[in-house]
């Protein structure tokens, strides 16, 4: 009997990309907070919240945080969830910088 390779639950339903690229403008508050906002799209490309992962940015590669918070921007009646990259203290992003990164697994 064979076994079936189309299995698609061994990680519980989350498909993870070995790598995976990912444009943005940064926002004003993504500057000031050193943090790349994750579109949902790309949620569940992503390993678990607080999971690192390496980002390869300008050149250079470092290792950052996925980091998903709680949020009520939308009201009280509406909490959802933020992604975001959070980039090692020595990067520093500008608002409206377009970045181009690289994603891959540490
Ligand atoms: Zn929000």
């Not at 989350?14 to 943005?24: H, L, N, P, W």
């Not at 290792?63 to 992604?83: I, L, M, N, T």
Request: hydrophobic residues 35%; charged residues 25%; contains cysteine.
């Amino acid at each position: 009997m064979s076994v079936p390779t189309n299995n698609k639950l061994p990680t519980n339903g989350v498909r993870r990309a070995r790598r995976m690229r990912y444009e943005r403008t940064i926002s004003p508050e993504e500057a000031a907070l050193g943090k790349i906002l994750i579109l949902k799209p790309y949620w569940n490309r992503l390993p678990a919240p607080g999971s690192k992962v390496l980002v390869a940015m300008g050149g250079e590669t470092m290792r950052a945080r996925v980091q998903r918070v709680r949020c009520k921007c939308v009201g009280p009646q509406r909490p959802h969830y933020h992604y975001y990259f959070v980039l090692p203290r020595r990067v520093t992003l500008k608002s409206w910088q377009r970045v181009k990164l690289q994603i891959s697994e540490v």
